[in-house]
């Protein structure tokens, strides 16, 4: 049973990547299709950060600073969120990591180069 995180890598300034999200396992796959999920990213000397959050139905809300420039979705189908990430910035540089109830997945490293 988990949440593994992947996509992330090195971009340059105003490119785009796309984070997944995927659980494992019977139970918890229910569980993860039924209740919101949620994209954090903590920068490097600094605290971890809400980015966006997905409910089961597809409601997305988003903090400030990525409004307008990623989109979280969801594929139930195949258990999985996503964050496309556009215009990218330096500043969005910093370990991804999804959490769903209590549950958190791995991390993935995205590097934005000015």
């Known amino acids: 049973v988990q949440l593994q995180a992947s996509g992330g890598g090195v971009v340059q300034t105003g490119g785009s990547l796309r984070l997944s999200c995927a659980a494992s396992?019977?139970?918890?796959?229910?569980?993860?299709?039924?209740?919101?999920v949620h994209w954090y990213r903590q920068a490097p000397g600094k605290e971890r950060e809400l980015v966006a959050s997905i409910t089961a139905a597809g409601t997305a809300a988003y903090e400030e600073s990525v409004r307008g420039r990623f989109a979280i979705s969801r594929e139930n189908a195949k258990y999985t969120v996503y964050l496309q990430g556009n215009s990218l910035k330096p500043e969005d540089t910093g370990v991804y990591s999804c959490?769903?109830?209590?549950?958190w997945g791995n991390g993935t490293l995205v590097t934005v180069s000015s």
């Open positions: 959490r769903t109830g209590a549950r």
């Open positions: 396992g019977v139970f918890f796959r229910t569980f993860f299709s039924i209740n919101p």
